[in-house]
């Protein structure tokens, strides 16, 4: 139940689940922009700190998240070659 694929999929999940909330905030912030159509707007300057601080936290939580079950070390890209990750590129340890 706790093994090295159940904390992958686990991984996997947030990870998707974050790019998710990410990829809709970061679109809405751009269709708003874009709207407003004038970056001297009021509104303008918060969505983009909304925008600048979901990326830095998306680039963290990644960071913090997207890490090796078994050696702990960052996983790097989720799809290599046209290939989903199927094992460390660290420790060799099977993830699916
Ligand atoms: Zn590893």
């Given at each position: 139940?706790n093994?090295?694929?159940e ?8 990870q ?9 905030t970061?679109?809405?912030?751009f ?18 700190i ?18 090796c ?17 199927k094992?460390?590129?660290?420790c ?5």
């Amino acid at each position: 139940m706790n093994s090295i694929q159940e904390k992958f999929k686990k991984i996997t999940r947030n990870q998707i689940i974050a790019f998710i909330i990410f990829a809709i905030t970061m679109y809405g912030c751009f269709n708003t922009l874009y709207s407003i159509g004038d970056t001297g707007h009021k509104d303008a300057l918060i969505i983009t700190i909304v925008a600048v601080t979901m990326t830095i936290g998306f680039s963290i939580f990644t960071f913090k998240n997207w890490r090796c079950p078994n050696c702990n070390k960052f996983l790097g890209r989720f799809v290599n070659k046209g290939k989903f990750i199927k094992s460390c590129k660290s420790c060799g340890e099977e993830l699916v």
